[in-house]
């Protein structure tokens, strides 16, 4: 049943949402410059214009919306906080912005390193990622990152990644969703989690992070629905039995991870899946998915500390998912990012 309300309500809010970020990231800029951050890199390679980004995004905004005119799930309200809470970590973004460019002038990324979280964890991922203070192990760390990365993209990281509901609700068509069961690697602060709650109630969802605050972030995100379980855990080293799992989600994790780590990641996330099995794979963009947008590629671990970043714009994916067992089913632009289906042989 078509719900054209929902539809408009939907894309009323991203476009709300858009404007808002939109004039965050542009005052984040100019505190930037201020501040006496570098002038902004120019890549050699082609960029795309203004209005042919704003052009994708809009497209991600309507599929969105056209989304909950399908039913697939109603119109989102995940993401909302107090107006209070919202404006406190804007403020918190903004006093990090000064440290963040220091670090970036000094070059010195590894204040994670040096917490006592850091403790036993793998060294590429006690980082400064993005240039911010602790990395992925601070408490602040973990109330900035959804605003940090909504205002990198234009609020639109949330539609970004509902768009892998679509291949998990086909998947699901005509099964009992209190029988399956999803886990999400790499589950940072519990946002995909959530709206997979929202879409599919009675799914029985999973997260692994490598962080403890990120973890505990995920869990004060999940209240008001049924609860999803939270593993404090390596997606190296997957703590589940083998074929536990009927989906596994992976979301804008493998661009931060070394090359080798990546395979690894991949073969434990085929492990973990049923015959059948269906892997969701939202990243980054790589070289070549859009010639004329890889200029914005090539800057991106200029403005931010992304060691791995690099590398896996030019990695085989494909490649890798097929030497774990993990099938194409398709493969898809998303703005800047792009949606990756694959099916464990059966």
Known sequence: ?????????????????????????????????????????????????????????AAVFLADAAAVREGLYSPTT?????????????????ADLPGAIGRREAEDALTARRLPAAEGLPEYFTQDFHFQTGGYLSEDSAKLYDVQVETLFYGSANPMRRSALRPI??????QDQRKLALLDVACGTGRFLRQVRLAFPALKLSGIDLSSTYLA????HMAGVRPA????????????????????????????????????????????????????FIDSLQMGDRPGWDGLLEAFPVRFHEPYYRHYT?????????????????????????????????
């Open 1 to 57: 049943m078509a719900h054209p309300l929902r539809q408009a309500a939907q894309l009323a809010g991203n476009t709300a949402r858009f404007g808002w970020y939109y004039g965050i990231n542009w005052l984040m800029d100019r505190q930037a410059v201020r501040l006496g951050a570098k002038p902004a890199y120019k890549p050699t390679r082609p960029v795309p214009t203004r209005q042919g980004l704003m052009t994708d995004l």
């Open 169 to 174: 609700a086909e998947f699901m068509r005509g």
């Open 314 to 346: 030019i990695d085989d994916l494909d490649g890798l998912f097929a030497d774990a067992g993990l099938l194409p089913v398709s493969t898809a632009p998303v703005f800047l990012s792009k949606l990756m289906v694959r099916r464990k042989a059966a």
């Open 78 to 94: 995940e993401d909302a906080e107090p107006l209070s809470s919202h404006l406190a970590r804007l403020r918190l973004m903004m």
């Open 229 to 280: 379980e939270f593993i404090d855990g390596n997606a190296e080293t997957i703590p589940l039995a083998d074929a536990t799992q009927d989906i596994v989600s992976c979301i804008f994790l493998f661009h931060e991870l070394p090359p080798l780590v990546r395979r690894r990641v991949a073969a434990e996330m085929a492990r973990v899946l049923k015959p059948g099995g269906l892997l969701v």
């Open 217 to 220: 972030e995920a869990a004060c």
